[in-house]
């Protein structure tokens, strides 16, 4: 064990939480790391919504080049940001066990602009379209930046609350007594997951890793993950998934759904399988919410954000 696995990593406070966390499982195993920060893009542009950046792997994209050029062995991040296609000779070496899958608002006074007027921050097209579908009367801000940054954000604006995920929050203490489960909101694919990834000819580092893959985990981010490539096709989309693995019947539930941007449509799939349907369940799921208007709705949203 005489190499040093070189932790690359976003360098807001969760982000080094994540990458501390997997260190010291290495370090528990015998494996020396070093830990290297970096700022992605996604940390750097705060004055525009994600989706104008082309998202998908904004906050991935920097620690992939290090990887590549050699910089870093292995990259540690919040699962829900990792685009469903790996760059090549990039791979999926373990999926840490699974945190709170919730998303929360955090709200500023009381409660009574549920039932009135109210303004709600968030990044997530996902939770916008949420958030306008159970509330249409609400109007939805974007926000941008890491967890502290948004949580400073919401303290000096006239906004009612913003959504955050539970997870995050609840990882570096920073989850305040103002908040309420938002039991109803579906969450991103892989929320509340961390997933380390290294070079796929780096059999050392990958087979130390391997050791810390939580196999139910896996599966089940794996089964949301899938649901959200057949879905977007590389196309920013308000999407959410859920999978859950029952211990007493051997089987998993899965809630999937996709909504327009304003979150007046609605197309959802919610089942019960064994187990042993797992691999495609994914696929079968998002299949069946194109061919009930998701293709349709997926071209119109796509056609959305490029106005």
Known sequence: MNKTIRIGTRDSELALWQAHNVEKRLNDLGYKTEIIAVKSQGDIILDKPLYELGITGIFTKTLDIAMINGQVDIAVHSM?????????????????????????????????????????ATGSLRRQAQWLSKYPTHKVVDLRGNVNTRMQKLQQSDWNGAVFAAA???????????????????????????????????????????????????????????????LEGGCTAPIGALAKYNEEDDSIHFQGVLFSLDGKEKIEIDKIVPIEEWKKLGFYSAQEILNNGGTKLMSEIKNNLKK
Do not use: C
């Not at 945190?99 to 549920?114: E, P, R």
């Not at 139910?216 to 649901?227: K, S």
């Open 80 to 120: 829900k940001d990792v685009p469903t296609a790996l760059p090549i000779g990039i791979v999926q070496a373990a999926v840490l066990e699974r945190a709170s899958t919730l998303d929360i608002l955090v709200y500023k006074g009381n409660l009574d602009f549920l039932n009135e007027q109210g303004t709600i």
């Open 168 to 230: 995050g929050l609840e990882r570096i203490n920073l989850k305040p007594s103002n908040y309420i489960d938002l039991e109803w909101m579906i969450p991103a694919p892989a929320q509340g997951a961390m997933l380390v990834v290294a070079m796929q000819k780096d059999a050392f580092t990958r087979d130390a890793l391997s050791q810390l893959n939580h196999i139910e985990t896996e599966i089940v981010t794996y089964i949301e993950r899938q649901f959200l490539k057949t």
